[in-house]
């Protein structure tokens, strides 16, 4: 570890702090506009905190496992950072204050509904996709000390579930945060971040597990299960 790794681990502790504090009045600005937000708008607030709970445990994990091999670059920083924008930052931000009502559009009450039922698998694989990992997870393109190719659970029959669950919830934020900015601009972020990072994820897996890697591929599918005889 070189001298300067303390001193960038404090920095991203703070500015991580920063972020959750921000992210936090952001919330509590927009539950209290319920109104003028609207029910479905609150749909997916609430499922945003609830993915938060399910994955700060996993994060602060995380933390404590030393990383084994980094393949970031510019192209990942640069989607992940298109990501954070459109499914977390522009939506809290226009329903906290309303910024972006310009852009806003009305959808049929069913849209709504749509909306909310899909919230439900995507907060199940996001959360099994989580409990399955464990302390192989990690925020990005990263092997942890010790990782294994995780092959049970929901990863038997689907190798990206976690991608799948991001492709759900992209897909009903513009039916329930009925804005141009806010809302429909999470299905062209998750879709960015698939085609970017998940080729560079299976190559650091296919470097790192070669063969064994292989196998595991021929039998999954990428975003659906895949069933053998």
Known sequence: MTASAPTRSMTASVI??????????????????????????MVWLLCFVLQLVIRVPHTRRARGIAIADRRKDA?????????FLAMMFLPLLHLSSGAFAFADYRLPVWAGIVGAVVQLPFLWLFWRSHADLGINWSPGLELREGHGLVTSGVYARIRHPMY?????????????????????????????????????????????FGSEYQTYCARTGRLLPKFTA
């Open 16 to 41: 991580g702090s920063a972020i959750m504090l921000v992210g936090f009045v952001l919330v509590v600005l927009a539950a209290l506009r319920w109104q003028a937000n609207g029910w479905e708008a």
């Open 75 to 83: 192209s990942e920083q640069l989607v992940l950072g298109f990501m």
């Open 164 to 208: 799948a669950a991001l492709f759900l919830s992209a897909l009903a934020q513009p039916l329930l945060v009925q804005n141009w900015l806010a809302g429909v601009l999470a299905i062209p972020a998750a879709a960015a971040l698939w085609f970017v990072r998940v080729p560079l994820e299976e190559k650091m897996m296919r470097d790192t």
